[in-house]
């Protein structure tokens, strides 16, 4: 019987922090000699779900507010953290970045699950939201992303303009919590192995090989 690794992964969509381990994970996967028998499922963190809807403010000036720190502090913050990324391949723009609450983005995620398409929804918003400057609260917006990676239009809009998933959003910020998580990412692979963290390429290769050796050992 073929072993099967199964990644969970907890992350918020404006989350510097998840995409780059996203990009790690990515790595690992990719160096792993069973990589066709992994399977990576992607659930919905928020960071501040106490964000009022609809209010946007520029990430440096959120930063500053949630540090109390200066903006010189908060750039030379998010300099580090751009540069990192740049490691992985991801052109970071905090300076177009506008700060916005995510459960709706997550809701979009959640439809996109039921199509198979949570891998490709999570990495579009991602990339809206720290690359281009996207406003992921915005509904066009959200339409838009979600017809990109090949959702249906008019579920798209049905879900955006209502309260639709918003349960099943929480239950997934329920479980990181009873699986010991208050932040993100979170890596949990089957249902075993926990890794918190944006960790090294190397880590997760290695977290993945005890994975499937011991799911290999156990259909033995």
């Known amino acids: 019987m073929s072993a099967l690794v199964r990644i969970d992964v907890w992350s918020d969509v404006v989350c510097p922090w998840c995409y780059i381990g996203k990009r790690r994970l990515e790595t690992a996967i990719g160096r792993f000699e069973h990589a066709d028998q992994v399977q990576v499922r992607w659930h919905s963190f928020q960071l501040d779900p106490s964000h009022p809807k609809g209010v946007r403010e520029p990430v440096y000036d959120m930063l500053a507010k949630k540090m109390g720190g200066s903006a010189a502090q908060v750039r030379q913050m998010t300099g580090q953290i751009t540069e990192l990324a740049a490691a992985e391949g991801l052109a970071y723009d905090f300076d177009r970045a506008v700060a916005a609450n995510t459960l709706d983005a997550h809701r979009l995620g959640q439809l996109a699950a039921e199509h198979g398409l949570d891998g490709p929804m999570h990495e579009r918003l991602m990339r809206a939201y720290l690359v281009e400057g996207e ?49 993100v990412p979170f890596f949990v692979l089957n249902n075993t192995w926990g890794v918190s963290g944006a960790q090294p390429a190397d880590l997760f290769l290695s977290a993945l090989q005890q994975a499937y050796s011991a799911a290999g050992a156990a259909a033995r």
């Not at 249906?152 to 809009?157: I, L, N, T």
């Not at 099943?168 to 329920?174: G, S, Y």
Request: charge should be negative; proline fraction near 4%.
């Open 135 to 183: 406003a992921v609260d915005d509904p066009d917006t959200l339409v838009r992303l979600g017809t990109e990676v090949g959702l249906p239009e008019e579920e798209v809009r049905r879900v955006v303009g209502g309260d639709a998933y918003a349960d099943e959003v929480a239950a997934d910020i329920r479980e990181a919590q009873r699986l010991g998580s208050n932040g």
